[in-house]
């Protein structure tokens, strides 16, 4: 008999991030990351402005898969990043988005449960420069779940 240990592994999330020249927040939506109670995940940066920011996005120091598609839209940067993705889950985040705390742990768990669920998604903050709340939002959808997220 073989004993396999009670401790599960991860399910790899997919955290793909598109932007377009713009990385004023770009360190912020990095370490909202890096800072998950989910530890299996991977960062992949699309970036689909004129100008290779790849420099930029280095000096961040944490490993991520970057690539740059210039004039791309944002539905063909997103796409290029499933194409290139190795999760299970996936999180698509802009260039100035920010996690929340234990929010990869809390969608994929919630995910794992529910096998038939398609999607999750959380609440959000909007934030202006300086981090100030400028407005709070939590919408609970009942049905047409899809019609809503698009």
Same mark, same amino acid.
Request: net charge negative.
């Given at each position: 008999?073989?004993? @396999?240990?009670? $401790?599960?592994?991860?399910?790899?999330?997919? +955290? %793909?991030?598109? !932007?377009?020249? #713009?990385?004023?927040?770009?360190?912020?939506?990095?370490?909202?990351? @890096?800072?998950? $109670?989910?530890?299996?995940?991977?960062?992949? +940066? %699309?970036?689909? !402005?004129?100008? #290779?920011?790849?420099?930029?996005?280095?000096?961040?120091?944490?490993?991520?898969?970057?690539?740059?598609?210039?004039?791309?839209?944002?539905?063909?940067?997103?796409?290029?990043?499933?194409?290139?993705?190795?999760?299970?889950?996936?999180?698509?985040?802009?260039?100035?988005?920010?996690?929340?705390?234990?929010?990869?742990?809390?969608?994929?768990?919630?995910?794992?449960?529910?096998?038939?669920?398609?999607?999750?998604?959380?609440?959000?903050?909007?934030?202006?420069?300086?981090?100030?709340?400028?407005?709070?939002?939590?919408?609970?959808?009942?049905?047409?779940?899809?019609?809503?997220?698009?």
């Amino acid at each position: 008999m073989v004993m @396999i240990s009670s $401790s599960r592994i991860q399910s790899l999330v997919s +955290v %793909i991030i598109t !932007g377009s020249n #713009d990385l004023r927040n770009f360190r912020k939506t990095i370490d909202s990351i @890096i800072t998950q $109670s989910w530890s299996s995940y991977e960062i992949i +940066v %699309i970036d689909y !402005g004129i100008i #290779d920011i790849k420099e930029q996005v280095e000096d961040c120091k944490t490993a991520l898969k970057y690539f740059h598609i210039p004039g791309a839209s944002i539905s063909r940067a997103r796409n290029h990043g499933i194409g290139v993705s190795c999760g299970h889950y996936l999180v698509f985040l802009d260039a100035s988005d920010q996690l929340v705390l234990d929010a990869l742990q809390i969608n994929a768990q919630y995910l794992e449960r529910n096998y038939s669920t398609a999607f999750v998604s959380g609440a959000h903050k909007k934030v202006n420069e300086i981090d100030n709340i400028i407005e709070a939002g939590r919408n609970i959808v009942l049905d047409n779940h899809y019609q809503h997220l698009l």
